[in-house]
Every structure is written in C-alpha cells, then in structure tokens.
C-alpha cells in the first residue's frame, strides 16, 4: 500500500509536507520527481504473458506497480535536461515522448487518484468552465475568447467597466535562467490601436470588476477552505493580486463563504470528477460572488505558510490516505472553513 507522488524536483514545499503527512499516518509514498526521467529515473512498463506491471527506479528506491494504491498527480514536467548542441525540435519531442510515458504509467494504476488525468485536463478548460459555473446558479463575468481585433473592438465598447486580458493557460516565458507569468493585465484605448498580434495568439476578454475583496476557495474532498485578500490596497496589485503576491502573502484572512456559495463549489468540483481544486471568486462591493476559474491543480503553499494558515496539506494527507487504503469518504454536509 503506497501512495504515488508524481511531481517534479521544484515544486512546492506543500508536497514534501503532505508527503511527511503521509507517511506519518502509516502509509509509505513514493516521490517521482518528473524533471529526473528519463535522464536520472529508469521506468519499466512491460506486459507480458498476459500480465502487466510497471517498475520505477531513482535515487529514492525502486516501487513496482503492485504496491501502488493512491497516486497524487501533481505535476508532469519531465528531461528538463538534455544533451549539448541536440537540435530543439528533438528535444522537445523527447520531452513530449517522456511526457506520454509518465501519464501512461499514472493511468495504468487502478487505485485512488488526486486526481485522474483525463478530468484535470477538461476542467482546466475555461470555456468549460464557465459554462459548468453558469449552469449551476453562480455568476461569471463577461467574457470573450478571441484572435479577430474587430470582435475585441466591439466588445470593449459593449462594456462600461473596462476588460482586462488573460491567457487560457498559465504561459510561463523562460529567458536567459528567469521565469516569467503572463498576469491578468487591464485594457486600455491605445491597446486597440494594434491588435495584430491575435493573429498568432488569441486570448481572453473580459469584463472588468469592482473587487472588495478576492477570494481562493480551496476544495478537498467535501472540505472546503476560503481566504480572502484585499488586493485594492495595494495599487499594484488592483488588477492582479498576484502581481505584488509576495509582500501581499501574509495578508491573506479566514473569510466565511455564504452556504449557497459553498455548495456550488462543491457541486462544481464535483461535475469534473475532482477531489481538488482551487476557485477564484471576486466579492463585490455590494457583496456578490463572481467566479473567475478553477485550477484543478491549484497552489496553496501560501496559505498554509503566510496567514491564514489553512491546514489543507493535512487535508490532501487524510484523502490520500484513505484513497490508499480503499477508503470511500463520506459525503458531507458543506463547509467553510478557515482553521
């Protein structure tokens, strides 16, 4: 009975700490530091004579396939390392190919998933999204998806409030050693001017809201934790919180989420067959609650290690361990909670 950690050598303290946590209850987890294969890790996937199983082998160990109870799919960043002077082009095919590899493994273990691979893949969909939140009852922000300037142009004159912009996914720009994020960013007149770049690259479109305060909903299982941030206090970080997120880290707080709020996050993260994930919703000056997006596989070191101090690592802990150990949880009656 173990619990299968597939992450990569970067990550988050928060997985070294659920992994502690993990252990501690009695049950032995093996970490699979992604970055590490192939170059550092060997992995076995063989089938024959009518039986199927796999082997992985690095520097913690070696943990066959029959041992595998839980998996934990966290991240899959796999040969961050590759031999001098290899044309790109093959390099990221190997990347692409080690990349298969690793899920085809994940997907091969009949146990526990947090969560399957396939659901994190269509709930990290913003369309999806929007539409699933919409039909249960919550409110979502205007929004277009688009590459033709005129249809922008003409969305940004339909909206009084002002449109910010966002990428579907999280771009990270790598140059020279640095890691870039491409942020939420406001629209302004003399962005319409040359829009030509939609051409190679579309983005979203979106109204912009008044914030009283921003809001991370974290869902484990049937528990739920909220904090809220007022990021209109700090003039950089009005449009993106996560512009000043480092000096606003300790300035998050326990906020109590209205029950109707509640349960349509959970029956959200339950539509896409999750365990977990991460919502953000922005409150309103006159308190209404707008859902901007679900990570399926959202961070949450911060708040665990900054105020509010969510215990939400101890959460994925006791899912893991009763996911290892067959264990069907009970459902629940919904919660927020901020201790």
Sequence with gaps: ??????????????????????????????????????????????????????E????????RSDEITAVWYRRCRPALESPEDTEQALVDASREEAR????????????????????????????????VARSLGMEIPRTLVSNSPQSVKKFVRSIRTGVVTKMQTAVRLANEGSVRCVLTNQLHPEDLEDLNGLRWCPMVFQEMLPKKVEL????????????????????TAEVDW??????????????????????QCLQLVQHFGLNYGAIDFVVTPDDRHVFLEINPQGEFAWLEE??????????????????????????????????
């Design 100 to 131: 298969s590899v690793l899920k085809g493994l994940v997907a091969t273990v009949p146990g526990f998933h947090l969560d399957p691979e396939p659901r994190v893949v269509r709930a990290a969909h913003k369309p999806v999204q929007l539409q």
């Design 306 to 339: 900054n105020s509010p101090g969510l215990p939400i690592s101890v959460a994925i802990a006791n899912l893991l361990r009763r996911g290892a150990r067959g264990t069907k949880e009970r459902p629940e009656v919904a919660r927020s909670s901020g201790s």
């Design 56 to 63: 992985i082998r690095s520097n913690q160990g070696r943990v």
């Design 242 to 263: 996560r512009r000043d997120g480092v000096d606003l880290a300790d300035h998050w707080t326990p906020y109590e989420l209205p029950s109707l709020v509640a349960n």
């Design 216 to 235: 991370r909903v974290t869902v484990v299982g049937n528990q739920i934790f909220t904090a809220a941030i007022d990021s209109q206090s700090v003039e």
């Design 1 to 54: 009975m173990t619990v299968l950690l597939l992450t990569w050598s970067g990550d988050a303290s928060s997985v070294s700490k659920v992994q502690s946590l993990v252990e501690q209850g009695g049950t032995p987890c093996f970490r699979l530091d992604s970055d590490q294969y192939p170059s550092a890790v060997e992995i076995d996937l063989q089938d024959d004579n009518g039986t199927g199983h796999f």
